[in-house]
């Protein structure tokens, strides 16, 4: 199994400012990735965050409002920058272990006035 | 495309069965999943079926797999008010286990 640490829990940033949430796995983890939950809505991908190169994003998402790292095999950080309120969500980080299983982190709780 | 449905809200009286139903479009999908996600919390994963089994069980929970129809369903028996939440339904789709969610079931039991 795997353990998902996500900093911050929650935040309240102004608009035009940019945040980074930082997820950290227990264990060395194959894949990892980020959703977004808006309110009262389902998940939706985000990207996958790739070790050593640029992360692989879905349609309707791009590098430049949700910049992704992961320097490592266990820590990956997104970014959502020029924040608006619409970007009030919650954001998750997953990760799997070369299994079925998709483990979920407690998510950060962003609202942006 | 990929596209998850869920009935929106479930409402049962404690010590009865739940079933929550989904549908699944993908029929490539080699894995399915419930997740409950309680208040102000992540997201907690129940069970998952591999896409060549029928049924899956694991104490109070049964999921039955139509692959013919896609239609995935989850059995709650005995609910306690422990098991008010939200539950999705997911399917992996492509190569790389991303997972594509339905919008969620809100299970309310009455004491």
């Known amino acids: 199994s795997a353990v998902i640490s996500q900093k911050p829990s929650r935040d309240i940033c102004q608009r035009g400012t940019s945040l980074t949430i930082q997820c950290q796995v227990d264990?060395?983890?194959?894949?990892m990735f980020w959703y977004r939950q808006q309110p009262g809505q389902s998940l939706t991908l985000i990207a996958t965050?790739?070790?050593?190169?640029?992360?692989?994003?879905e349609s309707g998402f791009v590098i430049d409002k949700f910049p992704i790292s992961r320097p490592n095999l266990t820590f990956s950080t997104l970014t959502v920058s020029n924040m608006s309120p619409e970007d009030s969500s919650i954001y998750l980080c997953?990760?799997?272990?070369?299994?079925?299983?998709?483990?979920f982190g407690a998510g950060t709780r962003l609202s942006v006035l | 495309g990929e596209d998850v449905e869920q009935s929106l809200f479930l409402s049962v009286r404690e010590g009865d069965s739940s079933v929550i139903n989904c549908t699944y479009t993908?029929?490539?999908?080699?894995?399915l999943y419930w997740y409950k996600q309680e208040p102000g919390a992540g997201l907690q994963l129940l069970t998952y079926?591999?896409?060549?089994?029928d049924m899956k069980q694991d104490q109070r929970l049964t999921v039955l797999l139509n692959k013919k129809d896609k239609h995935l369903s989850l059995r709650i028996a005995d609910t306690q008010t422990g098991d008010s939440a939200i539950y999705f339904c997911?399917?992996?789709?492509?190569?790389?286990?991303?997972?594509?969610f339905g919008a969620g079931t809100i299970l309310r039991v009455k004491s």
């Open positions: 997953s990760a799997t272990t070369g299994t079925p299983i998709q483990y």
């Open positions: 079926i591999f896409s060549n089994m």
């Open positions: 993908d029929s490539s999908s080699t894995y």
């Open positions: 997911a399917e992996t789709i492509g190569e790389g286990n991303k997972l594509v």
């Open positions: 965050a790739n070790q050593g190169s640029e992360a692989t994003y």
């Open positions: 264990s060395q983890v194959t894949m």
